[in-house]
């Protein structure tokens, strides 16, 4: 009993830490001649851990071998209760249980090593008499076993082992609870510590916050301030603090501080907004001048116990630059409102659309007109990339490449794209533009489109107008050109066959070479048709009525595999034109279409009607560029179902000397076209291949109800006694083929070479003159200046005009008040000519 007394006192000494109370147990009972261990369950209750050993020298020694061989400390060491059998009844029953021999608890508990360590851990720790005796905690629940061993132990010592057992149960509650105080102490000094950190940082930002803070006693005393609410208030703490009182104040009865106060001594907070501060100090007022100020004040209560207000709080925030920040973004707000309100305005107007990217593709914005084109909102494209709003494949290609473009030189790129829209091909152009930061950088793109549809129409048109006017002006230069030459081979020829006998042999020779300068005569007539300088002869005509008195002409032109089908409107009105042109419109159509057929039976179907041109549909009527406004027109149609016409082919079907034929000269339709322009109508072609092609002809409807066309009188006596004809032509060939004609009926001729020395031949021998025949294109002075200045010598003296330019193309050179005594087409023949010069040629006077 003694020894147990002297190990209750070691171990209750040694209950400020649960090492110690290990440290004395292990001491203790190897005093006692024991070995054994403290074993306490785990805080999941599965597994028990040994927590202390005590073993005498020789027992430590075999423990250092066997750990280094197992390689793990046994103080530590694990092990399940579900096989620590004998533990767990010690633990169940509550009491000392005595065993024997102890090899069966060695077994249980020992871990599983190799043999050699096993067979260690069996020859000096089992086969010995050993006693388990519970551990307990507080209230009576086991936390434990407490392990004896040794060679003397007999049952009768469990009570001790017991008693030993409930001394290291008190001492490690004694631990416990030792430690928790210890523990309790350090946390109630480190919340000390933290409290008095956080009071000097709520100082310390309380002194700091810009924030004006002023603490009042219940009876509105100002107890403290912060630095803020000094420099606000222009202030020192001497002169506020414990000598301010806010119910005594007039200031604070005029701003209405005071009564905020009252209210918030019974509970209340009162938040006052923004209050205006005049500090002109008045009469009996607390605060120095400091100037006008706008302070947003709260005052708050602090409850103490039994929410009881102990205090006040007045919290003053400065807000004057704030608010006069407020108004000058409040004014910047309106004006950029309003230049947004005048950009949106004129990007809502202009027809261009605008888009702005970022660096990466995605859109930032896009004007109104770019919305409507899209179909989107604004909020709908954010965001998002060119492809996914749903840009063709195609158009996202080119922005993209357009977009490294710029990334990588820094400037705008050009691109055109067309698409059709709406059933409509559009041509449109895209400006891509970098968008630059402050520093220069290119953060964006802003690309721009326009629809330059019209524009490159017009340049076409352009382009076109003057392609055509060149060959117009080609074709009726070689037409003149010829027709000279024509004018000398046929007055020539024409002349040397009345000087010759039927029988001579060189009668039908001449005529073969008249007969062939006729038809090269018509070459002429067909470019100057396609120059718009044909010879017109306008009057009121009736188109209906010229298809079907030529009917019979034109279907026995047309190859016996082809039918021809007439469909004409009844109430056709009149329009101005040139039968013979029209009728060679016609008739090069129908040739045309026939040719068409090769060898397949076929049909030709020409269709008169009337139709509107209207103001959407007038681009379809400038298939030549022609200019056309809208109205009402006369439509000749010529269609067939031929082979059709390829599409680059019917870009080119009017250019003049153009053919796809092996004989062709090319001046069929060419011929067509210059008689519709000089007919101011309009002509459209559609052809699709295996198909056929459809030609059709506006002719403006006539306003008139007459139009008269004056024939020449034909007379063809001749005297010679009826003066001298004064010849004006710059080409020899063309003077010599009048002088010989005119001569051969009897006449006298005076030739010159230019309208100078016409004018100066005139001027010298004006009294034998009768007349005059004038060359209409001459260099150095033109015809038509000639005619002017001989009309100012003789204003009666007949003067013909010989061109081969039409009638109408030379009338128009001459004012509408000089009058023509006549004209001459070239190239003619003697007779043409003879009987229009007698025709003018003044009579002779009665002689009788």
């Not at 260690?120 to 392990?147: H, N, S, T």
Request: with cysteine; net charge negative.
């Amino acid at each position: 009993m003694h020894a147990i007394n002297a190990v209750a006192a070691s171990l209750l000494s040694a209950g400020h830490s649960e090492t110690a109370v290990f440290q004395a147990f292990s001491k203790q009972f190897v005093k006692l001649g024991l070995h054994g261990s403290i074993n306490l369950v785990d805080p999941t209750g599965r597994d028990i851990v040994v927590r202390a050993i005590a073993l005498p020298n020789k027992l430590n020694n075999v423990m250092a071998q066997l750990e280094k061989m197992i390689n793990f400390s046994i103080i530590g060491y694990r092990y399940s209760r579900e096989r620590a059998g004998l533990d767990n009844t010690a633990m169940e029953v509550g009491q000392a249980i005595f065993l024997s021999d102890n090899s069966r608890k060695v077994r249980e508990v020992m871990p599983q090593v190799g043999k050699l360590a096993t067979n260690l851990m069996l020859k000096y720790f089992a086969g010995r008499p050993a006693v388990l005796a519970p551990i307990f905690a507080d209230e009576g629940k086991v936390q434990g076993v407490l392990y004896a061993s040794g060679s003397n132990l007999q049952a009768t010592d469990g009570p001790a082992i017991a008693a030993f057992a409930n001394h290291i149960s008190i001492a490690l509650q004694n631990a416990i609870l030792f430690q928790e105080m210890k523990d309790a102490r350090a946390s109630l000094q480190r919340v000390n510590a933290s409290l008095a950190a956080s009071r000097d940082a709520i100082h310390a930002l309380v002194q700091q916050t810009p924030v004006g803070i002023q603490v009042f006693d219940t009876n509105g005393i100002c107890v403290d301030v912060n630095e803020a609410y000094l420099q606000i208030f222009g202030m020192k703490r001497n002169q506020i603090v414990r000598i301010y009182n806010i119910f005594t104040d007039p200031f604070a009865a005029r701003v209405g501080t005071k009564q905020a106060a009252e209210r918030v001594l019974l509970g209340e907070t009162m938040r006052l907004g923004d209050v205006h501060f005049d500090f002109e100090r008045a009469e009996g007022e607390f605060f120095h001048t400091i100037g006008r100020r706008i302070l947003n004040v709260t005052l708050f209560p602090v409850f103490g116990e039994s929410s009881k207000v102990v205090q006040f709080v007045g919290l003053y925030v400065d807000v004057t630059e704030q608010k006069k920040s407020e108004a000058s973004l409040r004014q910047l707000t309106m004006e950029l409102s309003q230049q947004k309100q005048m950009v949106d305005a004129m990007l809502r107007t202009t027809p261009d659309s605008f888009y702005v990217l970022d660096i990466n593709g995605r859109y930032l914005y896009a004007s109104p007109r770019a919305l409507e084109h899209l179909s989107m909102t604004l909020p709908e494209i954010i965001g998002k990339n060119r492809r996914a709003i749903g840009l063709s494949e195609a158009l996202y290609e080119q922005s993209e490449y357009a977009r490294l473009q710029v990334l990588q030189t820094g400037q705008p790129v050009v691109k055109e794209y067309g698409e059709w829209t709406n059933g409509e091909y559009r041509d449109q152009e895209f400006i891509y533009s970098p968008l630059h930061s402050a520093a220069g950088e290119i953060i964006g793109f802003v690309i721009t489109v326009r629809d330059v549809t019209q524009r490159k129409r017009e340049q076409t048109a352009l382009f076109e107008a003057q392609k055509t006017e060149s060959l117009g002006v080609l074709a009726g230069g070689i037409a003149h050109d010829f027709n000279n030459l024509l004018v000398a081979m046929l007055g020539q020829t024409s002349l040397a066959l009345t000087k010759l006998s039927h029988d001579n042999p060189a009668h039908d020779h001449i005529q073969k070479a008249i007969r062939a300068a006729q038809k090269a005569s018509e070459l002429t007539r067909q470019m100057l048709a396609y120059s718009g300088r044909g010879k017109f002869e306008i009057r009121l005509l009736d188109l209906n009525k010229l298809i079907e008195e030529n009917s019979h002409l034109l279907k026995v032109a047309m190859p016996k595999h082809v039918a021809l089908v007439l469909h004409c409107y009844s109430q056709l009105p009149l329009i101005e034109a040139d039968p013979g042109q029209i009728q060679q419109i016609v008739m090069n159509l129908l040739l045309n279409a026939a040719e068409s057929m090769e060898d397949r039976p076929g049909t030709i179907t020409i269709t008169t009607s009337v139709i509107a041109i209207l103001d959407e549909t007038i681009q379809q009527w400038q298939y030549m560029h022609q200019s056309v406004s809208p109205g009402h027109y006369v439509l000749l149609r010529v269609e067939d179902d031929g082979a059709g016409i390829d599409d680059d082919v019917l870009q080119k079907i009017f250019d003049p000397f153009f053919t796809t034929k092996f004989t062709g000269r090319g001046l069929g339709l060419a011929a067509v076209l210059g008689i519709v322009r000089g007919h101011h109508g309009s002509i459209r072609v559609s052809s699709q291949k295996g198909y056929g092609t459809t030609f059709e002809i506006a002719f403006p409807i006539s306003d008139k109800d007459n139009l008269q066309v004056v024939q020449p009188e034909v007379t063809t006596a001749v005297s010679a006694s009826t003066g001298t004809i004064l010849v004006i032509d710059d080409e020899e060939a063309v003077r010599d083929a009048l002088s010989d004609m005119l001569e051969s009926v009897g006449l006298s001729v005076i030739t010159a070479v230019n309208g100078k020395d016409g004018i100066q031949q005139y001027q010298q021998r004006w009294q034998q003159i009768a007349l005059i025949l004038l060359d209409l294109s001459m260099p150095d002075q033109s015809g038509a200046d000639t005619f002017t200045e001989l009309r100012c010598i003789n204003a009666d003296v007949p003067i013909l005009l010989i061109s081969g330019y039409s009638e109408m193309e030379v009338q128009s050179h001459f004012a509408h008040a000089e009058k023509l005594d006549g004209f001459i087409q070239k190239p003619f023949d003697l007779d043409l000519l003879i009987s229009t010069v007698v025709s003018k040629l003044p009579a002779l006077p009665d002689e009788s």
